[in-house]
């Protein structure tokens, strides 16, 4: 049936140009990142380019660096915090959204994404402030539960959407079967529900390991997590020391994408 | 035989699951109590103290508030301070500036998916979700090593000859709108291409098998069918480029104050915790009002399509 499709020049030229727009953002998405991976193998104690040589020093450096090392660990323990909260409070609120039935569930789906539409950074001045005011100073602790504040509802939508597609009637053929409502949930919901659990915990992971906005105003002062320690680091010290550091998390990302399409596919991190 | 002989078999149900059963049983909202106990806390209770701290005069000895009294001081000391101007000013240009940017190289991307096959949609979705993933000071010190006196764009123009000094691009107002562009288009390509994958491919196909240019598909078909994602899109854009902090941070070498960067000087350094708050409340309302502009927008031609094609 393409028999009837008009090409003209101008046509063709324009979809020419689109789809070299269309290369050229591609490109520019990853073309700094890979940029930041060579510059961190360059033997040179300052960041130019072409490199001159390969060293994996820096990498070494690294990990010698005992403010880099503990910020990582602060980090890493931000993130699982963070994770295990939203996966403790996000799961069940899912439930409650999709399958409860009173009156309210879409003014709850609402009021879970309020903390996550609000800027990060108001966030965190508010937390901050308001913890002053109970006596409650800025630490590791208040970090994390602040990110989980921000971040919960990624962790609600992926599970909602998950639920939302599942047969409800898997669940009715358990109770028919004369399953307790936990035990239905144990053996029937949670287990298909795992794989969008799963994408849920990388993103609120890779949040409670990266986030800036939040963190910034509530972290500890004695236990500075990684984003503070390298802007810092990034504002002072010009060796490839940083590009490193970004080459370590780079790989991070990679290893979150692959469990990303491993549980709900790439195409539904949208939904 | 009852139930009662039924479970005489097994152990009794404990405690932990009786009570999980009670709460799962009415369908009620139990099971979100926790999560709502704790965003009230956290959340909805420290914005109330922000507004309230925003609107009075507050006295602090030792970290603790010795006495507040409601006052408009602050606020109308923001707003007839012409620091506050400039800077809401500049911080909103940037973030327009940069939503629009996003639109038109995120656009073709969205596009390119739609017509290309299942290698090219998968490569997209790579590239699009990997950066999501990654530190954004990651991503933007990749544009110090970018566009820095030794960096790659001058050693390239030299090594070509074209200049003979490096050119001073960072810390520029160009050198934070480029990171800022690059950084945040992931945010807008995804809401486009969900857009686009969700409507039935045979649309496209019956505007071309009508003998529709694809120039004029794209026109009269595809770009009015998205304007929602366009919308989507362009509210996370807006609202990410017009608070963030590290963008203007790094790439604006610390001399480039938005409204971000007021706020965090204001807080951290400075320990201004009425006039910080000012900042916070008139950054929240400002990115609401623009949210709320764009909802208006989209919903226009969204309401204008309908009209047309359904």
New interface residues.
Partial sequence: MKAFRKTSLGDALGIGLIFAVAIFSLVLLVAPSIIVVIISFDTRAYVSFPPEGFTVKWYAEVFKQGELVEAMLNSLQVGITVTLLCILLGVPTALACVRGRFRGTTALSLFVLVPHMVPGIVLGVAVLFAGALVGVSPSIWLQSISITVFILAVMVRTVQSRLMRLDASLEEAAANLRATPFNSLRTVTFPLLLPAILAGAVFTFVEGFDNLSVAIFTHGFRDRPLPVELLSLVQFTSSPLVAAVSGVQIVLAIVALVLVSMSIGLDNVNE | MTDAT?SQGHAG?GFG?RL??AL?????????V???L??MI??V???A??LS?GFSDIQISR?D?VSQTFSLTHLANALSDPLYWITFQRSLSLALTTTALCI???Y??A??FLTGGTWTK??????????L??????????????L?G???VN?TLMGLGLIDQPLRIMNTHWAVLIGMV?IH??VM???L??VM?RHDRQVVEAA?????????T?RTVILPLSVPGIGTGAALVF?LS?????VP??LGG?NYLNA?TM??EQ??FSLE?SK??VT?LL??VT?LMVLVAIALVTNHFTRWTKGRVG
């Fill in positions: 039924l149900p699951e999980a059963d799962l049983s009415g369908r009620g909202i139990w099971p979100a926790p999560a709502i704790v965003l956290v959340a209770i420290p914005f103290i922000l701290l970290g508030i038109l190289f995120g073709p991307v596009y390119l998968r490569l997209i979705l790579i590239l699009t979700i990997a950066p993933l990654t530190s954004g000071i990651v991503r933007t010190y990749a544009w110090l090593v970018i820095g030794r960096g790659v050693q690059q288009l992931p390509i995804l809401p291409i969900a994958s071309e098998n009508l003998g529709a240019s694809r120039l004029g794209l609202t017009y608070t963030t902090f590290v941070q790094l610390g971000a706020i965090y807080v951290v915790w910080g708050s916070s950054l929240m990115c």
